[in-house]
């Protein structure tokens, strides 16, 4: 059977992957991805073939990879990430009806809401939403309903793609529609540049966040009513803290 | 410095953790946690000192991690999935304070929302909400509160706990009051026993998840109104798919 592999390369690199993604690699014949991906396991692998697509062909990687699969040669598409979290799994599935000897195995890897809530501290110990901010697929009333759901709902909320060139103040308006609702004082934090060297963060509050224009290499959360700031970490309590007490 | 690793085993055993959460397990002298977990791993580390609690003692296991790392002992606490939802990451940090020479480092893992999305296609492809139906540390009326605003946002949900011996019925309300505003024809999916030999999956319609009575180790998945069934996979379109056509 012909095989693609969508694989999460999780936050950085090859530390971050689960085993049975770095299995998938090495038994791929050719490894495809956007060109930053793939620049972080071409050393692990020399002797494969690799496929780079630019950033914005996405559909186009899609089926290059699986018009490769589909000639026999066993091939891991890679994303950051999780692939099944804004990446690859969706695109590649709804494309299987034109590939139909090519089995699809999506292999799942540490999204940023959880690498970065673990550098954090511990914001997602309780219900939590994930909203991208981009609107380059999905229009802006449809984020604003569910910035505004998110809020109503007291989850705490990670928030992906916090801004673009294009729109440097996407963040601005996401505060301003939860500052609607939520406390000035609402615990946040910043994580920037995930599981590589350069990694940084920063905990703030809400109000100090909507003055704050991050880039798209990071990742902002946003606390719930009970999140709080613990020796220098955002926690979220699950609630077995007031339980002992 | 004294250290405590709290670790994420993901979804089943060794294949599906990160190399730098079986690094740490590689290093502590003492692994720790709820016996079904270091079950899945006892054999890896035959050498290594076991200290196991029963599943309800989560704040006893917390401590006892803290206490051992103190000692001078690097421990690593061990949770399945991700360490930081629902479960040991938030605890540990709020009783740092109470060990001020312990270093405490964060190492996620693959939570079942990301594992069973994999194994049901890509159904979070698009923004999504986690929420727990786990009544012992949260009101009631804080999870219908969150089901209620989860719909109104039009996220993608997957749901944790979705039953407990002693509360079989909570997916059935949970249900009820997704269908207050949610089609009954909204694609759903189970994952039984994620990342197990004995994994089993089903995708359903709301109205027929309504009907069902899953189990503690279930993880449910319940669509947005564009999550769609294609070639027999659970998959909400990111809007790639639309931009092509």
New interface residues.
Partial sequence: MNKLYVV?L?PGG???????A??ALREADILCGYTVYIDLVRELFPDKEFLTTPMTK??ERCRLALSRAAEGKTTALLSSG??????M??????M??DFPDVEIK??????AA??G??VL????????????LSD???PWE?IE??L???A????VICIYNPASRKRPDHLKKACRILLETKSKETVCGLVRNIGRDSETYEILTLEELSGRQPDMFTTVFVGSSKTQV??G?M??????????S
Same sequence: chains 1, 2.
């Fill in positions: 999460g999780g090859a530390s971050c992957m689960t085993q049975e770095m299995d996405e559909l999780d692939p099944g979290v804004y990446a799994a969706g695109p590649v599935l709804s299987q009806k999506i292999l799942p890897g540490v999204t959880l690498s809530a673990a501290g511990a914001p997602l110990m309780h219900d939590f939403c994930v909203i991208s380059l697929l999905t449809v309903k569910r505004r759901a998110a109503l709902g007291d989850f613990i020796d970490r926690v979220t309590p699950r609630g077995y803290e007031t339980k002992e």
